[in-house]
């Protein structure tokens, strides 16, 4: 069943992914939000402080008008503004994403300018799935996370699944029913090793 209407480009090369006698029996989007992933966070960050910076740059316009002091002061507000913007780029980039359930697998695509990313996730993967409800009325289907390492070298755990979905459980019951269908009819794909990415250029 597919929920959403696509442009014929992007199906074309959705189909030009799938292998021989695969067909797709679901097909969504993830729900663009502002806050999701990190949005929340680069506002509680980037509010007060592009605000302060703003008072800052007030208050001396002010008192001394122009000063050269302002000058120093461009890169924190830029800073903040980039900050700002955070929200904004999120829920351009979730707009990029293609979920997919065939009679083989699950399948994430990342549309992107330059290069499509394909994540497969076969049988194997979906026994341990599981549903994060949001409090907007969304979910995340996550079906397995990878490691990051930040600027910092520590450790980040980053969510692999459907996520920012209307319906999540009903696509939790939809993995869960593929993974034993396919399990009985082919055990060469449940007991495929790890989840693998292709990254392609358009």
């Not at 359930?101 to 599981?130: C, E, M, V, W």
């Not at 920012?164 to 055990?187: F, M, Y």
């Amino acid at each position: 069943m597919v929920e959403y209407t696509l442009s014929k480009q992007l199906m074309d090369r959705i189909k030009s992914t799938l292998e021989p006698e695969e067909q797709i029996e679901w097909l969504g989007k993830p729900t663009p939000s502002y806050f999701a992933h990190g949005g929340i966070g680069a506002l509680v960050f980037g509010i007060p402080w592009t605000a302060f910076i703003i008072f800052c740059y007030i208050k001396i316009l002010s008192h001394v008008g122009l000063h050269p002091a302002l000058l120093y002061m461009l890169l924190p507000l830029i800073f903040g503004l980039l900050i700002l913007s955070i929200p904004i780029w999120n829920r351009r980039n979730w707009t990029k994403n293609v979920y997919i359930i065939t009679n083989k697998r699950a399948i994430r695509i990342y549309q992107g300018r330059s290069n499509r990313i394909i994540q497969s996730f076969y049988p194997k993967h979906l026994q341990d799935i599981y549903t994060k409800e949001h409090k907007n009325g969304l979910g995340d289907v996550i079906i397995t996370c990878q490691t990051l390492r930040n600027s910092w070298f520590a450790k980040q755990y980053e969510p692999l699944g459907f996520l920012l979905l209307k319906e999540p459980k009903e696509i939790e019951d939809k993995l869960k029913q593929l993974a034993v269908k396919v399990a009985e009819s082919s055990p060469a794909l449940s007991t495929r090793a790890q989840p693998w990415r292709i990254k392609r250029a358009l």
